[in-house]
């Protein structure tokens, strides 16, 4: 298992993809992909039992991005875990490419579910939960939602449906980078208080700081012990970490970087990257 | 043919159907949407427990959890009323179920008029249009319990992607023979005929019949046709129908748009255009009444389908 030190080189090789791929793209959603890197690094590096040799493996862990619209980011840690070749990133939204702007289970592996209308993800994933626990399977269910997302009806009709079957199997993220496309989500429709939501619903409730790797494992660790309860771990986030000129700006929700910018971008993930 | 004597609800078939296929398929899960009791998955339930899940009034939780557990390898039956099933959960199905092509079974119980003194807000007129239009969805609307029997046997066996078959709440006479099998995509002549074909679905088909009988006493003989698969549709019956008999009536106990007569038109205008009478509701949302009275109001009898025969017999003529 790769320490917390390797973790951040491959959390900052994915920001310079990300940034890399949409600015290919000309468009995609590198603001909330930013924000979720690091808890997808620690997932797919650390956490989840899958074989990018074997993506359809029974007993495998599986991982719902109910924010679809991350899909570059999702795309940037399947690819450096293995599943498909690096060289396909460059393709992200061009016609033909298994890397559509919303990921696509049919059309790339590693992907479990497509996903993209928003607030879909988790009662997928409590189906796959549900799924694992009738076949007595060891399979754990991971899905990451947008703290926008959970303005989603469907949201909440997911979470009492994953409390009410008693779901430990089952860990939920919010990527809580408080922007949505119109703005703040205080300002556009507030979800807070997010954490007490969640309690209420009779999930187990933990908070880490979504950039954290070290948290991040950590709140993975205690959510693998609670019993009886689904786990929702309230990760704040900033939208566009690790680039200063995207960091907490809505309007990089869902426009990509020009080349000026990309390689701005990118000089300071590599200046990241050598300051260490 | 028409076996008068039994007659049966399609849901009460479903819901046998599910507790004998259930004995023998593991994977088979079973969700319903707080209706259990309605759509008849409750014997099913009380079977089953262990592979049944009541989802409670969330119709789109409940669309999206069975995608999740066919991405598992599981079949699941999500069962609800048809007009929740499909506008409720439009989205999900969409999304979640059609998109990646997931063996969801969609069994919706309560289509149409025959839903009865529930009304409008429960009569679903439109659920074969939106399941129709979706890439992946096929779209099934058996005639009688027998069918419904054969229909779940082909959801398990040859169907692979996702499935809506279309329920009803009354009990409606056998009309299907015990032995002859259903076919995905095709299509069964219950009636033959030469001057006019009826394709009928779920229980327009025993009123074709019925209409049928009243036009031997205008001296007409209409083949009558159900077409039970609706998507996939029979192109080449419908074709040899038109070929054989030069116009047709379509009917079903659904909008007029988009449904049945819909697909019927849509494959006659690009292959073998003949004069097509779509009987169905036109346009409207239906109301309270007994269902009986509901499909008179409503232009859905025998009387009306045979009065549509006898406009489409003019249109052929007048086309000659």
Redesign the interface.
Known sequence: MPNIAELKEVALSLRRDIIKMTCAAGSGHPGGSLSVADILVVLFFREMRINPDMPGAPDRDRFVLSKGHAAPALYAVLAARGFFRRKLLDTLRTLGSPLQGHPDMRKLPGVEISTGSLGQGLSVANGMALAARLSKSRTRVYTVLGDGEMQEGQVWEAAMTAAHYRLDNLTAFVDNNGLQIDGTTDQVMGVEPIGDKWRSFGWHVLEVDGHDLEAIAGALDEAREVRGKPVMIVAHTVKGKGVCFMEGQADWHGSAPSPQERDEALKELEGKKEGQ | MTDTVQAQATRDAYGQALVELGGKNKKI?VLDADLSKSTKTVKFAQKFP??F?N??V?E???????????????I?FASTFAVFATGRAY??I???IA???LRVRIAATHAGLTVGEDGASHQALEDIALMRVLPNMEVVVPADGRETVKVMAAALKTVRGPLYIRLGRPKVPMVTAEDTPFELGRGEILRDGSDVTIIACGIMVAQALEAADLLVKRGVRARVVNMASIKPLDEDLVVTCARDTGALVTAEEHSIIGGLGGAVAECLAGRYPVPVLRVGVKDTFGESGPPGQLLQKYGLSPRDLADAVGQALALKEKFK
Do not use: I, K
């Open positions: 899960v262990e592979r899940f989802m409670g969330a789109a939780d409940m669309m999206g959890t069975a995608a999740g557990f066919a991405a598992s390898g599981y699941p989205d999900q969409r999304n979640s998109y990646p092509a």
